[in-house]
Nanobody, 124 residues
Framework: VQLQASGGGLVQPGGSLRLSCADSGGSFSSYGMAWFRQTPGKEREFAAAITYSGGNTWYKDSVKGRFTISRDNTKNVVYLEMDSLKPEDTAVYYC??????????????????WGQGTLVTVSS
């Protein structure tokens, strides 16, 4: 699994962005995927997760109803659609694949494969 995240940028409050994370290493469809985010001086925090099949998803409470995680296993890509963005969503967003196939969790320590991070800035 080799992950490459993209799609970050500057957006005004209330706006939308879609992050993408592509796997170039293979076996993508066997791994649960997640998005985490981190701001300076804080620990990396869970944002959203999706099972290997895409059948189940989980969200941090503060992003429920605004963020949507999805995946396309034919293209080896996981997405994070972010709507109604708030300044507190500003962070570096990381995609990650679980260390074990067919598993998903909400804990960063369970994820062994990480993308390089993409910066999302929500500001007017």
């Amino acid at each position: 699994v080799q992950l490459q995240a993209s799609g970050g940028g500057l957006v005004q409050p209330g706006g939308s962005l879609r992050l993408s994370c592509a796997d170039s290493g293979g076996s993508f469809s066997s791994y649960g995927m997640a998005w985490f985010r981190q701001t300076p001086g804080k620990e990396r925090e869970f944002a959203a997760a999706i099972t290997y099949s895409g059948g189940n998803t989980w969200y941090k409470d503060s992003v429920k109803g605004r963020f949507t995680i999805s995946r396309d296993n034919t293209k080896n890509v996981v997405y994070l659609e972010m709507d109604s963005l708030k300044p507190e969503d500003t962070a570096v967003y990381y995609c990650a694949a679980h260390s074990l196939p067919y598993r998903t969790s909400l804990e960063a320590l369970d994820y062994g494969y990480w993308g390089q991070g993409t910066l999302v800035t929500v500001s007017s």
